[in-house]
């Protein structure tokens, strides 16, 4: 199976502060990653997929790069809606994989 | 409106049985493979089981393979999930979703667009 790592699990940060989440492929998958915000108490809202691709609706502020086995998700002025957990996914395998998670708190 | 609504969940003993529904709206029901996702608290998201669209293939993941059944009915627009022999370790929310395009959860390309707001199973004596 293919391994997600995400990193950091935790990152304190200001309003306004740029923030970027890094997920790693154990093998690589292509552009076949998604990311997904959950609050507490919700479902995960899917924000992008195939690495890049920004969902109709997701403020422009978050965006996402990557290929292979390195992924990036970018929120560029973090605001007070995004303290939120965040995962990717890959969806290169029927496995469809997910990182462990990276928690964005208020710093 | 596009939904996925759960229900089934609640309080049942180690080594009970529990089966959970998913009723979906809003779309056709009958073109996509289907999945559940269970998120045990305060850890990550599992993929745990899923179907392809005419019910024929199934996959499961290690951690249930035996003892969880996922199951679809086009006719009530309804995803199950059977658990029995269940453990501690299964207490979690199970989410219900949706594929974008793909017909088999054994296919690759395509993401899950579409949950549910899932709904909590506890294990406990």
């Known amino acids: 199976d293919i391994q997600m790592t995400q990193s950091p699990s935790t990152l304190s940060a200001f309003v306004g502060d740029r923030v970027t989440i890094t997920c790693r492929a154990s093998q690589s998958i292509s552009t076949w990653l998604a990311w997904y915000q959950q609050k507490p108490g919700k479902a995960p809202n899917l924000l992008i997929h195939?690495?890049?691709n920004l969902e109709s609706g997701v403020p422009s502020r978050f965006s996402g790069s990557g290929s292979g086995t390195e992924f990036t998700l970018t929120i560029s002025s973090l605001q007070p809606d995004d303290f939120a957990t965040y995962y990717c996914q890959q969806y290169n395998t029927y496995s469809r994989t997910f990182g462990q998670g990276t928690k964005v708190e208020i710093k | 409106e596009v939904q996925l609504v759960e229900s089934g969940g609640g309080l049942v003993q180690p080594g009970g049985s529990l089966r959970l529904s998913c009723s979906a709206s809003?779309?056709?029901?009958?073109?996509?493979?289907m999945y559940w996702v269970r998120q045990a608290p305060g850890r990550g998201l599992e993929y745990v089981a899923g179907i392809g669209s005419n019910g024929g293939s199934t996959y499961y993941a290690d951690s249930v393979k035996g003892r969880f059944t996922i199951s679809r009915d086009e006719s009530r627009n309804a995803l199950y999930l059977q658990m029995s022999s269940l453990r501690v370790e299964d207490t979690a929310i199970y989410y219900c979703v949706k594929d974008l395009y793909n017909t088999s959860p054994y296919a690759s390309g395509s993401y899950w667009d579409l949950w549910g707001q899932g709904t909590l199973v506890t294990v406990s004596s």
């Open positions: 195939k690495a890049s």
């Open positions: 809003g779309f056709t029901f009958s073109n996509y493979a």
